[in-house]
């Protein structure tokens, strides 16, 4: 039993390990085709990406939520800015806001499914269906699809912990 503990907090950190890598790798590619406004503001992604790991990585969850919700928020703020000054920005502007938005929703999202998987291993399930659901209810529309599709699989396992029973059984041959 302890074996087994061990082999999937080795293997939750090998995971959390890459997650943290890919997350690192996609702001810092966004952070190399923008200017210094939108330098910063991937800078402060990265900079909640990687508290939101090493806050995980420390079972201080409560932390690592708030990390993932000010990814969130920084989102929601550069939207709310380019819906008041959509008139007044020029193109190359709106692309770029509207990478920084795309980059921190992504990013915000892939860290909650992080997140469900980590309640998964320590056995929290209800928690795990806690944060699918709020996956499910916060990223809609199709860029975000591949997420939902993740957090609708994520519960559908969950929920086949939780009751075994509703497993569909496949006759012997």
């Known amino acids: ?37 939108y330098q910063q503001q991937a800078d402060v992604i ?30 929601l703020r550069n939207e709310e800015r380019m819906l008041r000054g959509v008139g007044q920005m020029r193109q190359d502007e709106k692309t770029q806001e509207w990478k920084i938005i795309k980059t921190a929703k992504e990013t915000a999202a892939e860290n909650w499914l992080a997140l469900a998987q980590y309640f998964l291993i320590i056995q929290q399930y ?6 699918y659901q709020r996956i499910i209810e916060t990223y809609e529309g199709s860029p975000y699809q591949l997420y939902v599709d993740r957090a609708k699989m994520g519960m559908r396992d969950v929920e086949a912990i939780l009751d075994p029973g509703a497993l569909p059984v496949v006759p012997a041959r």
């Open 46 to 75: 990265k900079g909640h990406v990687e508290m939101f790991y090493g806050h995980l990585q420390s079972h201080q969850v409560e932390q690592a939520m708030f990390e993932n919700e000010q990814i969130e928020q920084l989102a």
């Open 126 to 131: 209800n928690k795990a269906l806690g944060i």
């Open 1 to 37: 039993m302890n074996n087994d503990i061990s082999n999937s907090a080795f293997r939750m950190e090998r995971r959390v390990c890459l997650k943290v890598f890919c997350g690192l790798l996609m702001v810092g590619t966004l952070s190399a085709c923008i200017g210094d406004k």
